[in-house]
């Protein structure tokens, strides 16, 4: 079996946003000659987040819309425990777990085997930082 570890770095200028990240994945299933397997995006940072969706500005802004009202941003320690700690991402760490940490796809005949219109997003809940989403693909 193959294998091929990288790792993408990322800074979005915004608390809260979302990029498509499948072309940065697609290269390094290919760099990896790997034919059949799998490919792991993980998100490395416990405020940020990778998922498979459309990539359709009106869905991403009905996320930011959604999240924002399960977990409102507030950045006093009134509202959020976790901000007593000195922190104000207690909001960010709900939405990340919403959103969830990795997801797996499929490697069909040297190419992410995904379904009509999935693509690969980083997601981001406490932007202006550079945060780290790890890339594994296995196979043969």
Known sequence: MKSLTEHLTFTLPARMAFRNITP?????????????????????????????????????????????????????PARYAHNRTGEDNADAHMKRQVMGREVVVAITEGRLDFGPWEQIFYGEFDGRRPKRVLVKVIGE
């Open 24 to 76: 940065e994945v697609e290269t390094l299933v290919e760099r990896s000659g790997i034919r059949e397997g799998l490919c792991l995006v993980n998100a490395m940072h416990i405020t940020a987040s990778v998922f498979i969706n459309d990539d359709e500005p009106g869905l991403h802004d009905d996320y930011r819309q959604w999240l924002e009202g399960l977990a409102p941003f507030d950045a006093s």
